[in-house]
């Protein structure tokens, strides 16, 4: 019988990544090979997929079809939609015919498995092997929802980039799925030839070589920030770069921001006397990265912060993470492993000396400092997936918790799992006091007489 394998992407990077692991021989051999491409954008009529985005081109040969997630489940968002139980073997009839897939034995290759589109794709296929993949630094935290028997028996692995060296995923580890790195040398072949592809906007031809590069998020779309707070954010960026001497500025916005956030930006460059370049183009910061070469890369935390720093030996610098540590609610928000990687590995770009001295994290620091750090974290978050992560956190958090920590927990947290620090420091001797002991047991013995 034929083996079809079909490869869902919903960006640029994923389908990168997904190509330089078919590259390195990481897949099996199979008759057929799709790309299911999903644009999961609020408004997905006013939002270029990946297939349509300069430098696709360069990957599509590694595929014998693309086909459209959105076109199939059409009018239904891909974000929003899952099947109900019921539906589910007219759903597949329906795939099958659509995509003339026939009676082949189905793999499929997916991301973010824990949410839709990816979630309900695994659904439609009942029967079909899943291995899924990771595009970014959510990796390396826990997974965000439980998952049904049905779905996780059927992972094989979970693919990812090497983005700091010697950190391994928590990402499904609590269902025994196994890690696999995508060779870095692969991911950046891949990568140089996104760039080299002849891009028919020619927007990057004209950029400034060695500038600084400054990318944007919208985190206030999220709901994270304000629009005033990106907007100072995105200003904190700029003087953070002009004050380390840069003069030619280029500042990526998110494909989704509102354009009068450049305007805001180019009349502070003015005032600071730098050069300052915005793209409004949809093109990867990788691409930029190799066409361009930038002198410095400024973000919150964004991977394609650790992009630069790992692959392209490029200086990066951070801000605003500590804000953003201060608002994720709740706790268990998926961003908050990310901004927590952003924050302890890379330097602030308020401190030059900071920035110009950063050096990548070594294999032993990682080991010693940032996985103890995230391990605990970790389990802070989804303390009922990961119950064998507590005696580690406690023993982190016993040794390790101190000012320079304390901003990756909240002592409400630490108090609902009763993990030390709930208690502040100095009132730590109470519990143990026998005269608060003694009173205490007072209290009790007048509260159970006057309810008797």
């Not at 590259?23 to 008759?31: N, P, S």
Request: charged share 20%; glycine share 6%; proline share 8%.
């Amino acid at each position: 019988m034929a083996r079809t394998q079909i490869f869902m992407a919903s960006t640029l990077y994923g389908a990168a990544t997904l190509a330089a692991a078919l590259d390195a021989g990481l897949f099996t051999a199979a008759d057929r090979r799709l790309l299911l491409v999903s644009n999961n954008a609020g408004v997905p009529e006013t939002t270029p997929t990946l297939d349509t985005m300069p430098g696709f081109e360069a990957l599509r040969g590694r595929f014998d079809r693309v086909l459209s997630w959105n076109e199939a489940i059409a009018p239904l968002h891909p974000g929003g939609w899952s099947p109900r139980n019921e539906d589910i073997p007219m759903w597949e009839r329906h795939l099958r015919l659509l995509w003339g897939l026939g009676d082949d034995d189905l793999e499929l290759v997916v991301e973010s498995i824990q949410v839709a589109p990816a979630l309900s794709l695994v659904q439609l296929f009942p029967a079909a092997p899943v291995q899924v993949y990771a595009d970014g630094l959510m990796s390396y935290g826990p997974t965000r929802d439980k998952l049904e028997p049905l779905i996780t028996t059927r992972i094989s692995r979970l693919l990812h980039l090497d983005l700091v060296t010697g950190l391994q995923p928590l990402l499904l580890s609590e269902y025994g799925v196994r890690g696999e790195l995508v060779p870095s040398e692969a991911f950046t072949k891949v990568l140089g030839e996104l760039a080299e592809h002849d891009d028919p906007t020619d927007t990057v031809t004209g950029l400034p070589q060695g500038a600084a590069l400054l990318l944007g998020q919208y985190l206030s779309a999220l709901g994270i920030l304000t629009a005033e707070e990106e907007e100072a954010l995105h200003v904190r960026m700029l003087r953070g770069a002009v004050a380390l001497g840069h003069r030619l500025v280029i500042f990526k916005p998110h494909p989704t921001a509102p354009a009068h956030w450049s305007r805001l930006l180019e009349q502070e460059a003015v005032k600071l006397g730098a050069e300052l370049t915005v793209l409004d183009s949809p093109v990867l910061a990788e691409v930029l990265y190799a066409r361009i070469r930038p002198a410095l890369v400024v973000g919150c935390f964004s991977t394609a912060l650790l992009t630069a720093s790992a692959f392209y030996g490029i200086p990066v610098a951070r801000t605003g993470t500590e804000l953003l540590l201060e608002r994720l609610a709740p706790y268990q928000n998926s961003n908050r492993v990310p901004v927590t990687i952003a924050d302890r590995v890379l330097p602030e770009i308020g401190q030059s000396g900071a920035v110009t001295g950063w050096k990548p994290p070594t294999r032993e620091w990682v080991e010693q400092d940032l996985t103890p750090l995230l391990r605990s974290v970790g389990y802070c978050m989804q303390p009922q997936a990961y119950p064998y992560l507590r005696d580690e956190a406690v023993a982190y958090l016993t040794k390790s918790l101190t000012t320079s920590t304390w901003k990756y927990f909240k002592r409400r947290r630490l108090t609902s799992l009763a993990l030390p620090g709930a208690v502040p420091a100095q009132l730590a001797f109470l519990p143990r006091n026998p005269t608060v002991r003694r009173v205490a047991r007072s209290a009790r013995a007048l509260k159970k007489a006057a309810l008797g």
